[in-house]
């Protein structure tokens, strides 16, 4: 009977930082549109929606950097369930 082991492969540091970076940037997008929702007054909801944009284009850029570090690992990310798309 053969036996096949699986290797432990190490994980690049950089990529464990991007995606920790990644999941704290979506729940500062999550916090984001929770401010969005409570807002009353214009200048808080401008205020929102610029953090909004810049919550996403942070979220953006991590996908981008994970995805062209390690093509194969971005399938294992957690998925958002009831969140934005992201575009």
């Known amino acids: 009977m053969k036996t096949t082991f699986l290797k432990k492969t190490r994980q690049d540091p950089e990529l464990l930082a991007l995606k920790e970076e ?3 940037a979506r729940g500062d997008l999550s916090l984001a549109y929770r401010r969005f929702d409570q807002a009353v007054d ?4 401008e ?3 610029y953090q ?5 284009a942070r ?5 981008r950097a994970i995805k062209e570090r390690s093509p194969e690992s971005f399938a294992v990310l957690p998925k958002l369930e009831g969140e934005a798309v992201w575009t």
């Open 22 to 24: 990644l999941q704290s």
């Open 47 to 49: 205020s929102c929606i």
């Open 42 to 45: 214009p200048e808080l909801v």
């Open 59 to 63: 979220c953006n850029y991590l996908i």
């Open 52 to 56: 909004i944009k810049a919550e996403k």
